[in-house]
Each structure stands twice: as C-alpha cells, then as structure tokens.
C-alpha cells in the first residue's frame, strides 16, 4: 500500500506489512458469498489516499471475453469516522478506468461502491475519505453476477437473480450476491450485469491467517504472551500450500524462515526460547491478486516461580499513628487474578477483621499494597495466605501462610534505633525525618538519645 497527499499528488509509500496486523482470532469481514477478496487499512488524514496495488491475471481468472466486471465495496471500520468516497482504480499506465457504475454512501452509510470491467493486467486502487474524514476502512471484492457464491458465473446464478426478482433487503427472497449496485433491489438491472460476465470466474478465495504459540499459559498486561512449557510450538491457520514467511528475530523482515501451508492450511515452527526473554515474531501471508496479511506477537518463557521477597512488616514490628497502608514485594509481577477473599486479612486487638479501602499493584505488579484508613493505636495481626498466588504464566506462589503482629503506637513518630544514637540523625526515626514542631513523639524507656 501508499499513502498520498491528495492535494498535491505526492506519494509517499508505506509498508503494506504495517498495515497488516491482525489478532490470533483474525476479524472476518465477510458480508456476502461472493467476495474473493479483502483489503482493510486506514486514510490517515483528511489530505491523504491510501493506494492498494492488484494484479488480475489469467492464471487467476477466467475472461470469457477477455474482461471481467468486479465490485469493490468500501465500508468504514467499526469507530471509524471515515467516509469513504468513491474508489478510484488505475490501470498501469495511471489512467483512470472509468466504473460502469458508481455510488457513495450506499444505502445512507459510511460506505461506497464501484463496480467496474476490467481486463488483465496491474491496477492501483486509490482509497480516500469524503468531506476531509479520516479513519480505518474494509474493503471487499466481488465478482459481479456469482449470485450463488460458487466463484463462476452461470446460468446457476441467472436463475437465482430471476428468482429474487422484486425482492428488497429484508425480504426472504432477497440475495445480497444477486444485488450487483447494492442498492438493497433485485432488478433487471442485476440481470443485466450477470449477461456481461456470463462465463467468468475466478479461482481467488478471501485470505487468512492465525498464528501463535500453543500451549500458551497467560499475557501480560501489555499483551506479552507468556508460555511455561520450553516445548512451545508456533502453529499457524492459513490457506492451503500457501508460503508463509517468518519474522523469528523482530527487526521486521520477514527473512527468517519460511514454511508451506499442508493441505488442512496448518504450519508449525519450533521457536528458540529462553527463559525470561521476551521474543517477537511475525508471521506474512500474500496471494497474487494483492492481499497480504501479517500476524505479530510478542512471547515469553517463563517457568521460574515467583517469590515472596518481602514485606513492610518485616521493618519494624510498630508504626505511628496514621500508619494504613501493608505491603507485599514479589521477584516478579503477580496476576491480580489469582487473589482470592481471603488471601489478604488484618484482624484487630479484638480479633474484628478490617476490610480494606483498596487492593492495589504497584512496581509493575511486583508489589502488592492493601490500603486501609489510618488505622488505631492498638495491636494488629496480618495474615498472609499464599496459596493460589500465582505470576502471570500461571507459575504458583509457594504455599502457606505468612502471620505478622504489629503495634499502632499513639504517636506521630517514635524512636526506632534498637541500639540508641544521636537525635538529630534521621535513620534513628521511624519516619526516617526528624521530628518536626508539634509532633508527638514517643521514646520507650530503654531507648538511648544522645
């Protein structure tokens, strides 16, 4: 694909690989059974085109009179605010073919519609949006007449176009293959264009592609897939005996390695795995028509299991008043999901358990916070259940429970050097500051202030 300015002509080309990301569970835009084939992108600004290159060629086609009339049908991505105007194709001289018919805003929606004969040879589509609109666009090709969505055009189709004669969208009988202007009316106007291409066919099939590793074990928040098991495998759904290139190594050329589609359409490759590395792969797809798909991700090996590194609580075994916030340190981040009701607990003098304001993750997920209102001065227990806890592989925390008592004292700040020291050394403070004007502070009696 290019992008250009539509003002003044400038071009300016972009990597169609780029434009080309699509999830494992790749979006399907498939509105009627005659599409052969599916672009999507976006026009990334009200000045610009987006150009899409195609090839009708013989080995793909058969011309029964040397030309053929294909649909292309433009609709805005879901959000989308684009608006797309009326197609433009050239032929490789950059002539403009002129459309045997034409519409924008098909049906009142953020569509658009050309239909137009063509004879072999390369081709430029120009996508553009309408009143300055901007956005992500689907584009589906059709062939005009293959009512029944067989990819040929037969008297099959005639006497299904004939059949939905007068039908509207909506109606039992009414065909979306069969309607060739999209105009939501069978009419003799369909019929017409069946007569045209009367014997034409195609052998193009819409393209797809999924690929990522099996089995996977978790994601990461940024969408890192995580995977425990070294033996991960990268498996892969496209068309049958296509060639499918690899990026393995991330620098986005797609030099790796390549296999072929087995007759189900299924690949595999044994990636290189080291533990805690994070590895981006690609996998690119392309037919001779134009289409080209790419699928990315990123993958981590992890099969180590988290830690308990420590806590707040192992500091001191008091806290001034005001103190309502316990904290958990991991070696690495932990999935929020795997927190249970009574994972985390504090319990007062009195044994009520206090319920708290907040759990949070902070540190990237590695330091676990539970966040109550300044708590009381009085004793406290916390205990810490551990089990279930588990990193974002599905790696489990080790079992048990951790129990940890502590002391509200009624002060502001207090003394906490076990072995005494000066006033006027901020580590001998349990605030680490010293004590300001009007604090409360507290000194036990075996303390040593010099």
Excluded: C
């Excluded at 009142?108 to 609109?133: D, I, K, P, R």
């Excluded at 105009?183 to 069946?194: F, H, N, V, Y």
């Excluded at 005001?322 to 070696?331: C, P």
């Excluded at 358990?353 to 009085?378: D, H, K």
């Amino acid at each position: 694909m290019k992008s250009r300015s539509r003002r003044a002509r400038r071009h300016t080309v972009i990597d169609s690989r780029t434009l080309r990301v699509e999830n494992l569970e790749q979006r399907r835009l498939l509105a009627a059974d005659n599409i052969f084939a599916q672009f999507s992108g976006s026009v990334p600004s009200a000045a610009a085109e987006e150009q899409i290159a195609i090839s009708v060629r013989s080995e793909d086609f058969v011309l029964r009179g040397g030309k053929t009339i294909l649909g292309f049908h433009i609709q805005a991505s879901s959000g989308s605010t684009l608006d797309p105007a009326v197609l433009e194709i050239l032929d490789d001289s950059q002539n403009v073919v002129a459309p045997r018919f034409s519409l924008a805003d098909v049906n009142g929606q953020q569509s658009s519609l050309v239909v137009a004969e063509m004879a072999t040879g390369s081709y430029t589509l120009v996508v553009s949006g309408e009143n300055g609109s901007a956005g992500e666009y689907a584009l589906d090709v059709f062939l005009v007449g293959d009512a029944d969505g067989n990819r040929q055009v037969d008297r099959d189709d005639a006497n299904l176009i004939r059949g939905s004669f007068g039908a509207q969208a909506g109606d039992p009988d009414y065909r979306l293959e069969a309607d060739t202007n999209l105009d939501g009316r069978i009419t003799s106007q369909d019929l017409s264009e069946w007569v045209h291409n009367n014997g034409d066919a195609t052998s193009l099939t819409p393209l797809t592609l999924d690929f990522g590793p099996v089995p996977t074990s978790g994601m990461l928040p940024d969408g890192t897939q995580l995977t425990s098991d070294p033996a991960t495998q990268l498996e892969g759904l496209t068309l049958p005996g296509f060639k499918v290139n690899l990026d393995t190594d991330g620098d986005g050329l797609f030099d790796d390695a390549s296999v072929i589609a087995e007759p189900d359409g299924g690949f595999v490759f044994d990636p290189e795995l080291i533990e805690g590395e994070v590895r981006s792969f690609a996998a690119e797809v392309s037919d001779s028509f134009g289409q080209h798909r790419v699928t990315r991700f990123d993958l981590a090996l992890d099969t180590t299991a988290p830690l308990l590194v420590g806590s707040n609580l192992d500091a001191s075994d008091r806290f001034a008043r005001g103190f309502h916030t316990i904290e958990w340190e991991f070696s690495e981040a932990i999935d929020p999901g795997t927190i249970a009701a009574d994972t985390l607990r504090l319990f007062d003098e009195s044994a009520n358990e206090l319920n708290p304001l907040n759990i949070q993750f902070v540190e990237g997920g590695s330091t676990l916070q539970t966040n109550y209102g300044a708590l009381a001065p009085g004793d406290y227990g916390f205990l810490f259940k551990r089990s279930g806890l588990a990193d974002y592989a599905g790696n489990p925390l080790a079992g048990g429970y951790v129990i940890k008592l502590f002391t509200v004292v009624d002060a502001t700040i207090f003394w906490s050097s076990p072995v005494g020291g000066f006033w006027d050394d901020p580590a001998n403070w349990s605030t680490g500051a010293l004590p300001g004007p009007g604090g409360d502070v507290l000194i036990d009696p075996q303390g040593i202030v010099r």
